[in-house]
């Protein structure tokens, strides 16, 4: 830079300005798609720890009723008492709100599950059935 001595203004020119415009794209270049693809890895991380936690609450809404919620009961039952039910002893999450997965879609839930007492399980970013990376299914038995 140099400085005028008659007044002039001090300040960047407009090369300097793109060079560094130029340098800030490049590291964005580099950079973004390693954080993109961490972040995929959090979420699935994220929904196998909320399945987890998921699963523990029918458990325990199990212990306490003799059995699952039923596939049209849903998940429903495990922050608020299903009619008719005598022994709930809920809510059984800590938020008394039912989560979202992190792709911000509802939790499947089947019971009878076909792979278990209980289904329960996200199909990912793509919301299809499938898929691998982030859009894979995240299930609750494997």
Avoid: C
Wanted: a negative charge.
């Amino acid at each position: 830079m140099k400085h005028l001595k008659h007044g002039g203004q001090n300040g960047f020119t407009l090369l300097e300005l793109l060079v560094v415009l130029g340098i800030i794209a490049l590291l964005a270049g580099i950079v973004g798609p390693q954080v993109m693809k961490h972040t995929g890895e959090s979420k699935i991380k994220a929904a196998k720890v909320q399945i987890e936690d998921l699963s523990a609450a029918l458990d325990m809404y199990k212990l306490d009723n003799g059995n699952y919620p039923t596939t049209d009961q849903g998940l429903k039952a495990l922050i608020e008492a299903p009619e008719g039910s005598k022994r709930w002893n809920g809510p059984y999450l800590s938020k008394n709100k039912m989560p979202l997965d992190p792709w911000q879609q509802d939790y499947h839930y089947a019971a009878p599950g076909t792979h278990g007492k209980f289904d329960l399980y996200t199909f990912g970013s793509d919301s299809k059935e499938g898929g691998e990376g982030e859009d894979q299914d995240i299930v609750s038995w494997e």
